[in-house]
């Protein structure tokens, strides 16, 4: 990806605490981290409001009743024993 210089004004005691946050080794990597984190929460929050805007349609709430089988392959294991039985 490139990169490029950029000034900007900022909060310096904002900026000290992300870094010390997510420790990173410069404000540079701090900025990056916080723009990825930003640009999934956006494009995720984006998402959200269009599913919620419009009602789920016949077919998509039918998936919901399809049988599901689960089968971990795991049917000779004595979780019991292992972890004690549930009350």
């Known amino acids: 990806m490139a990169r490029e210089k950029a000034t900007v004004t ?5 900026a000290d605490a ?22 999934r929460m956006e494009r995720l929050r984006r998402d959200v409001s269009a599913y919620a805007s419009r009602p789920p349609t016949d077919e998509e709430l ?11 392959g795991d049917g000779d294991v004595d979780y019991d024993k292992i972890y004690g039985r549930r009350r």
């Open 62 to 72: 039918a998936v919901a009743n399809l049988p599901v089988t689960f089968d971990l």
């Open 10 to 14: 900022l909060d310096r005691s904002k």
């Open 18 to 39: 992300a870094k010390a946050l997510v420790r990173a080794k410069s404000l540079s990597e701090t900025i990056d981290i916080a723009l990825d984190r930003l640009i």
